[in-house]
DNA sequence: TTGACATATTCCGATATGGGAATATAATAA
DNA sequence: TTATTATATTCCCATATCGGAATATGTCAA
């Protein structure tokens, strides 16, 4: 077997870095046109076009027809799969970050010391 | 240009379900041989290594010898990346709730009246 | 119908994948 | 040294990728 589709799941889709592009393009909540994104991105039409359809095939996307234009819309809630994940290890860096404050509090708590041997 | 590699970021390389599962695996925090991988995971061993290798080539594992063993373990905050990219998107399931919630408590307020009104 | 515009699809090529099997390498013990 | 155990590497294969270029499709207006 070879490498998992880019439509397998979430992870693969969202492992473009171009496709996290649009999908913050999109988290603004509104309808994007095709040219839209075409336009703010810098990206080949026919490559937008097909990143979208990888996005909509893991349902990340919806589209609405609209006369000529297809209207893009993020579907963010898919995303709660990887959330929910990488959620898991916030604890490693919010960790970190307590020892730091810790390490800062104790050095304060010295530095009252010391001050107060002085006044002595 | 073909797909990224995936070792190219952390995107890629935690876009493999086993590459998670070993991930998931090392979050104990402590050392973990790969023959321990092996046994747990049931993932025959060359493959195994293969996956701990693209991890190690990402940075979110690191390898200490012992003996004949390689212990591997987690550096959870190359993760970090991921987590603050899909935390953006957090509000839209959160609101979500919120919305649940408020729902809930309205019927609960409507509910009161109701039984208010009944009293007198 | 014809034209213009928006978007999707197809074809191509270079590339990397992950699994399996076999094998190589490394460390230690007997 | 040799055997054993732990792990890494190599080779092969089927598969899917992304980008670019060209082209097809769809919608609307004149």
């Known amino acids: 077997?070879?490498?998992?589709?880019?439509?397998?799941?979430?992870?693969?889709?969202i492992?473009?870095?171009r496709r996290r592009d649009i999908i913050n393009l999109l988290s603004d909540g509104?309808?994007?046109?095709?040219?839209?994104?075409?336009d703010r991105l810098q990206i080949p039409q026919p490559a937008?076009?097909?990143h979208l359809g990888?996005?909509?095939?893991?349902?990340?996307v919806s589209v609405t027809k609209q006369g000529p234009l297809r209207l893009y819309r993020l579907n963010a809630q898919e995303l709660k799969p990887v959330h929910d994940w990488v959620k898991e290890f916030e604890r490693f860096w919010t960790h970190q970050l307590?020892?730091?404050?810790e390490r800062a509090e104790r050095?304060?708590?010295?530095q009252?010391?010391?001050a107060k041997e002085k006044e002595q």
Chains 1, 2 share one sequence.
């Not at 077997?1 to 889709?13: L, Q, S």
């Not at 509104?30 to 075409?38: I, L, R, Y």
């Not at 307590?98 to 404050?101: L, N």
């Not at 050095?107 to 010295?110: A, D, G, S, W, Y």
């Open 54 to 60: 990888v996005l909509r095939k893991v349902g990340i």
């Open 107 to 110: 050095k304060m708590r010295e």
């Open 1 to 13: 077997m070879a490498r998992a589709a880019t439509t397998a799941d979430v992870f693969n889709a």
């Open 112 to 114: 009252l010391t010391k």
């Open 48 to 50: 937008v076009s097909k």
């Open 98 to 101: 307590d020892r730091i404050k």
């Open 30 to 38: 509104t309808e994007h046109a095709v040219g839209d994104v075409v």
């Open 15 to 17: 492992a473009e870095p």
